[in-house]
């Protein structure tokens, strides 16, 4: 089914927004002119087409002609893909699938993997450098905590695990056990 028109227009407006923010994209955009990316959703049966170029992205409900490639996936799987650290591994695991050019999926998803935006500057626009500044480092600890708490969280886990339930082997018996067979 094809994406309305006024909701291509939204998502175009919104894209092209965030894409603003930061200027390098633009120009990495326009080496892409010209090329058309489909996206397939799975579930909502909606298919839009992107059509980068150096003012932005142009975003249809239709495409007349063949794109030169598409992503095929559930909503889910290319967000998935889009916050992936391995993009491969999302591909291998079949959340997503790309037809056609997967040179140009590839520099597309980079450029907008790759988008640099100073989100401290533009708060500091509507509350000054100070508070900007504050609420920046605050942020910044705050994502730093998660991570180190995550990282304490899955090490506790692996050691419950192996050590007191005894339900997870160690790498040494595996390697072990490897050794035998």
């Known amino acids: 089914?094809?994406?309305?028109?006024?909701?291509?227009?939204?998502?175009?407006?919104?894209?092209?927004g965030y894409l603003g923010l930061d200027p390098e994209s633009k120009a990495a955009l326009g080496a892409l002119h010209g090329k058309c990316i489909g996206i397939e959703l799975i579930g909502p049966d909606l298919t839009l087409y992107l059509v980068p170029g150096p003012a932005?992205?142009?975003v249809l409900g239709s495409f007349?002609?063949?794109?030169?490639?598409?992503?095929?996936?559930?909503?889910?799987?290319?967000?998935?893909?889009?916050?992936a650290s391995e993009k491969a591994d999302e591909m291998l695991n079949r959340r997503v699938e790309v037809r056609g050019d997967t040179a140009l999926a590839q520099r597309f998803g980079t450029i907008l993997g790759s988008l640099q935006v100073d989100w401290e500057e533009l708060l500091s626009k509507a509350t000054g450098d100070v508070l900007a500044h504050a609420v920046g480092r605050g942020v910044r600890d705050?994502?730093?905590?998660?991570?180190?708490?995550?990282?304490?969280l899955a090490l506790d886990c692996r050691e419950y695990l192996q050590e007191e339930t005894r339900v997870l082997p160690t790498r040494s018996e595996i390697e072990e056990f490897l050794g035998e067979v």
Request: charged share 20%; glycine share 12%.
């Open 1 to 16: 089914m094809a994406l309305p028109s006024v909701v291509a227009a939204a998502i175009e407006q919104a894209l092209n």
């Open 56 to 58: 932005g992205i142009l």
């Open 64 to 83: 007349e002609g063949e794109p030169d490639c598409v992503l095929r996936g559930t909503p889910l799987g290319l967000a998935r893909l889009g916050l």
């Open 142 to 152: 705050l994502l730093r905590w998660g991570r180190d708490a995550r990282a304490s």
